[in-house]
């Protein structure tokens, strides 16, 4: 079997069409899919569709995301068969890990505020942002125009979601993958993996802020979260909650500030 651990596009012939040419035959780069399992503790956990690079902080980042560990040193071992698409992971205390509760729905109130529906390990695990950090409407035009710009697979394929850690000066890391989702579980496993402080973070997304976008920038502790794209009302709901200033439709020079404005600043 094809060892794809390290791919994240890949070639492919295609019969292209315009006006001018007609038809003909040229070869066109295509974002490679793949499914990867984890086994936790020896049982099949999940399975996701991704794009089979940056495996290890896929699984970090996927298993803190959903409740199961908060720090990578309760991971007591990851090994990934990129041949096959296994991880499997045991954990240095599963019987802590709430895997029960995974897909078992809780209704409940965020900061006391208005009611939300979460699963029973959203709630455990997402954060209410008390950041002050402050950006200017430049820096978040520049910090989004660098995610778009720093993407070489997005470039050569047109078929990936992007997300980046920032600081309001900067790009710190940049990940991709098929899955909105997936690219942010990236981030958030490198954040664990190398301890990354994420308390005055901003999260620079290229797809639409939906609740689980918001619920994972939560999840990774990020104040910000900047994308080109239009928001939901539910992720509204939850980003007013949970203290994190969701900033939209950031096209040019222009942009829209939902929710905490008070972090994002004149030039």
Avoid at 32 to 56: H, K, N, Q, W, Y
Avoid at 59 to 68: D, H, N
Wanted: hydrophobic fraction near 45%; charge should be neutral; aromatic fraction near 6%.
């Amino acid at each position: 079997m094809e060892d794809w651990g390290k791919e994240t596009a890949a070639s492919r012939p295609v019969v292209r069409y315009d006006v001018a040419a007609g038809f003909r035959e040229e070869t066109d780069w295509v974002a490679v899919e793949r499914a990867l399992t984890i086994v936790l503790d020896g049982e099949e956990f999940a399975t996701m569709v991704c794009t089979p690079s940056d495996l290890e902080e896929l699984v970090y980042g996927f298993l803190a995301s959903e409740g199961i560990v908060r720090r990578a040193d309760e991971v007591a071992s990851l090994a990934i068969d990129a041949a096959s698409g296994f991880a499997r992971v045991e954990l240095r205390n599963p019987r802590a890990a709430g895997k029960d509760a995974v897909s078992k729905r809780f209704i409940g109130s965020c900061c006391g505020k208005s009611r939300q529906f979460y699963f029973v390990n959203d709630a455990r695990a997402a954060r209410t942002s008390t950041s002050e950090v402050r950006l200017t409407v430049r820096q978040c035009v520049d910090r989004l125009r660098e995610l778009q710009d720093a993407s070489e697979a997005f470039r050569r394929t047109g078929g990936l979601h992007n997300a980046a850690l920032c600081t309001p000066e900067r790009i710190l890391l940049q990940r991709a993958d098929i899955g909105r989702h997936n690219a942010l579980d990236k981030v958030y496993g490198r954040c664990l993996l190398d301890s990354l402080p994420t308390r005055d973070a901003i999260v620079a997304f290229s797809g639409r802020l939906s609740s689980e976008v918001v619920l994972k920038v939560a999840k990774l502790g990020a104040a910000v979260v900047l994308s080109k794209s239009a928001p939901t009302t539910l992720a509204l709901e939850l980003a007013h909650d949970l203290g994190i200033t969701a900033v939209g439709f950031i096209r040019g020079d222009s942009l829209n500030v939902y929710t905490h404005a008070r972090r994002i600043v004149a030039d």
